[in-house]
Nanobody
Framework: QVQLVESGGGLVQAGGSLRLSCAASGRTSSSYPMAWFRQAPGKEREFVSAISWSGGTTYYADSVKGRFTISRDTAKNTLYLQMNSLKPEDTAVYYC????????????????WGQGTQVTVSS
């Protein structure tokens, strides 16, 4: 079993930055691919970014490419999402996720989910 706890969300003005963290616990969580998803009010959950267990491969949604950076510290069992140049359309609840298989963009691949952290970007 893997537990994921996100933190770092908040209210920020457009153009600002935030760094989200996701602390993972569980015997083998450091070897799992992990990802960030987000869900805005009235919208479906969408893929944001994913990273392989080694950190050597990363995926990004087109909407965040060049503005967001995903990383992980395997020694600390922590996943990060550095978000720069934030836009009002980035407003959403952000979730981290992990899976026991392969690196993927599809949410149904992921086995474990955090409770989410709210990010609000004001214009």
């Amino acid at each position: 079993q893997v537990q994921l706890v996100e933190s770092g969300g908040g209210l920020v003005q457009a153009g600002g930055s935030l760094r989200l963290s996701c602390a993972a616990s569980g015997r083998t969580s450091s070897s799992y691919p992990m990802a960030w998803f987000r869900q805005a009010p009235g919208k479906e959950r969408e893929f944001v970014s994913a990273i392989s267990w080694s950190g050597g491969t990363t995926y990004y949604a087109d909407s965040v490419k060049g503005r967001f950076t995903i990383s992980r510290d395997t020694a600390k069992n922590t996943l990060y999402l550095q978000m720069n140049s934030l836009k009002p359309e980035d407003t959403a609840v952000y979730y981290c996720a992990a899976n026991q298989g392969w690196l993927a963009r599809a949410s149904n691949v992921y086995d474990y989910w955090g409770q989410g952290t709210q990010v609000t970007v004001s214009s």
